[in-house]
């Protein structure tokens, strides 16, 4: 596994603000929070509020341990390459008993995802090379643990149309990765005109992922953005609850 990147220029209270650009931007990032609650709560419900221990991969500045804490018995460790996302949460947050955030590449730490229950991945798997989050699943699918959850931005089809469009229309910056020419080709499921996926949002599929994941766990959900009804050539995200798969531990 590749050594830790550099920091960004900017720093992790910018990405926070970038997340928070206007109400549609703020509304779309809070769905996988929203759906993350349903699986804890239907998860701590099955264990009868035994306290779930939770590894949340690629955790930023751990939004996600500031929802739940208040509402579920968990015990949380977040993997987190950005020191800076790191730091803002050791101060957030390192007063928690409950709380941990380790500084590392999710491949430098596949021996965590023995030590929890539930693994989360939020918005985190495209920016991980393919041959890695194939190692990962794998591992994850062999691990004893009850639940994996994560979502991913749908990058094809309509959907990438109406968000790249969405972007330059309110001036956020998530377009400027492609070009328009970029986003034809990807709206019209031509990836193979766009440059191969590498570790940022173009040429991602999710329908790649989703075959990955499905010859290692079982998929039990697929979760779409901003609701379920939303059909998925539009949906900005998907989502996949899964469990491991009986005889592969």
Known sequence: MAAL??????DARWYEERLNHSPVTRFL??????????????????????PIRILDIGSGTAHAFALLDPR???????????????SLAEERHGGRPNFRVVRDLIGNRLDLIGEVDLVVALE????????????????????????FYCTVPNEIGPAIAIKNLGSAM???????????????H??????????????GHKG???RALQGVIAAHLDIQATHRSPYGWVPRAVSPSIGFYCTPRPGLQ
């Open 170 to 184: 309110i001036g956020y910056q998530r377009h400027r990765e492609y070009s328009w020419l970029d986003t034809f």
């Open 204 to 206: 991602f599929d999710w």
């Open 29 to 50: 990032h809070s769905v996988r929070y929203r759906n993350l609650l349903g699986v804890v709560e239907a998860l701590s419900g099955f264990r009868g509020g035994k």
């Open 186 to 199: 990807a709206a019209t499921y031509r990836l193979d005109k766009v440059a191969p996926h590498g570790t």
């Open 72 to 86: 579920f018995a968990i015990d949380y460790i977040g993997v987190e390459k950005r020191g800076k996302f790191c």
């Open 5 to 10: 990147t550099p920091m960004p220029r900017k």
């Open 124 to 147: 985190t798997l495209e920016h991980i090379p393919e041959d890695q989050v194939a190692v990962l699943v794998e591992h994850i699918g062999r691990a004893e643990i009850e639940g």
